[in-house]
């Protein structure tokens, strides 16, 4: 059994270029290059190769009986090709990258609308150098001072508040 001969590039040139930076464009049409001369002298050699014509070896070396016995070893030599063991995992493989590749994508759209939302909401608020602090107060509930519900110390940085905890020991517990 013989290997299957590749005519054609499995590589879509034009889709891995859109993807290329800009500062490695130069390595990515050097390696472009190599892979066509390689291409291009694979080509240039025959499917299968030439037929011996023992015929013209038997009449040209003196010593009777070579030719033949060298015709016998080469039409006996087998060259086996291992099975492909390895394809049902790397498709297997592939597929599982492939969902999680749509899982990635279908969660960054997710975000993507989270963030739109996000945007549109600081789009629709005063500027914040128009704002007073009753305005960020209501714009931003969360962080904003509030002196009666939760009275902070100056400076008024969670670092500097009676029961602030360091990260490092949070993460500790």
Same mark, same amino acid.
């Given at each position: 059994? $013989? $290997?299957?001969?590749?005519?054609?590039?499995?590589?879509?040139?034009?889709?891995?270029?859109?993807?290329? &930076?800009?500062?490695?464009?130069?390595?990515?049409?050097?390696?472009k290059?190599?892979?066509?001369?390689?291409?291009?002298?694979?080509?240039?050699?025959?499917?299968?190769? &030439?037929?011996?014509?023992?015929?013209?070896?038997k009449?040209?070396?003196?010593?009777?009986?070579?030719?033949?016995?060298?015709?016998?070893?080469?039409?006996?030599?087998?060259?086996?090709? &291992?099975?492909?063991t390895?394809? /049902?995992?790397?498709?297997?493989?592939?597929? %599982?990258?492939?969902?999680?590749?749509? @899982?990635?994508?279908?969660?960054?759209?997710?975000?993507? %609308?989270?963030?739109? @939302?996000?945007? $549109?909401?600081?789009?629709?608020?005063? /500027?914040?150098?128009?704002?007073?602090?009753?305005?960020?107060?209501?714009?931003?509930?969360?962080?904003?001072?509030?002196?009666?519900?939760? &009275?902070?110390?100056?400076?008024?940085? /969670?670092?500097?508040?009676?029961?602030?905890?360091?990260?490092?020991?949070?993460?500790?517990?």
């Open positions: 059994m $013989a $290997a299957k001969r590749i005519t054609k590039s499995a590589i879509n040139w034009t889709a891995l270029s859109e993807r290329v &930076p800009e500062s490695q464009r130069t390595q990515f049409l050097a390696f290059a190599k892979s066509d001369t390689y291409l291009r002298r694979v080509m240039a050699n025959p499917e299968t190769p &030439p037929a011996i014509d023992w015929t013209f070896y009449s040209k070396v003196p010593v009777p009986g070579m030719v033949e016995e060298f015709q016998k070893q080469y039409t006996s030599i087998n060259i086996p090709y &291992p099975p492909d390895v394809k /049902p995992q790397l498709d297997a493989l592939e597929k %599982e990258i492939k969902q999680d590749i749509e @899982k990635f994508k279908s969660e960054s759209n997710a975000r993507i %609308e989270e963030y739109k @939302k996000q945007l $549109a909401h600081l789009a629709s608020l005063i /500027p914040y150098d128009q704002m007073t602090m009753e305005d960020y107060r209501d714009a931003f509930p969360e962080t904003a001072l509030d002196p009666i519900n939760r &009275p902070t110390m100056w400076p008024h940085t /969670p670092e500097e508040q009676h029961d602030y905890v360091p990260k490092d020991v949070q993460s500790s517990h």
